[in-house]
């Protein structure tokens, strides 16, 4: 089982930037899907953003869209999830996930992924 290490969660005001960053194992290379979802207190898990690490395709929920930016540092081996202009409704739980890409799954399928990390939590006040 993989594991993921998310860091970087905390609390902000409204308007404000946090990056987040997850270190993956060493073995999870172009053919896996790296992503990013966040879950708030009763709601579904959802799909924030996700990467190909060896291309630049990219995915993003429509309402982070132009306010987050996710990346990846192949020498790091880690994903990062830079989040501006933050929204009270961005406050959640942030979960790294990765996939094999073969699994034809959707990126924002959370039953697709078989690998996750703990959560970092994200706070943003109004």
């Known amino acids: 089982q993989a594991q993921l290490v998310e860091s970087g969660g905390g609390s902000v005001q409204a308007g404000g930037s946090l990056t987040l960053s997850c270190v993956v194992p060493?073995?999870?290379?172009?053919?896996?899907?790296l992503a990013w979802f966040r879950q708030a207190p009763g709601k579904a898990r959802e799909g924030v953003a996700a990467?190909?690490?060896?291309?630049?395709?990219?995915w993003y929920a429509s309402s982070v869209e132009r306010r987050f930016t996710i990346s990846h540092d192949r020498a790091k081996n880690t994903v990062f999830l830079q989040m501006n202009k933050l929204k009270s409704e961005d406050t959640a739980t942030y979960y790294c996930?990765?996939?094999?890409?073969?699994?034809?799954?959707?990126?924002?399928?959370?039953?697709?992924?078989?690998?996750w990390g703990q959560g970092t939590q994200v706070t943003v006040s109004p």
């Open positions: 996930a990765a996939k094999k890409k073969a699994n034809g799954r959707a990126w924002a399928d959370v039953g697709g992924f078989d690998a």
């Open positions: 060493d073995y999870i290379t172009g053919a896996y899907c």
């Open positions: 990467i190909y690490p060896d291309s630049t395709a990219t």
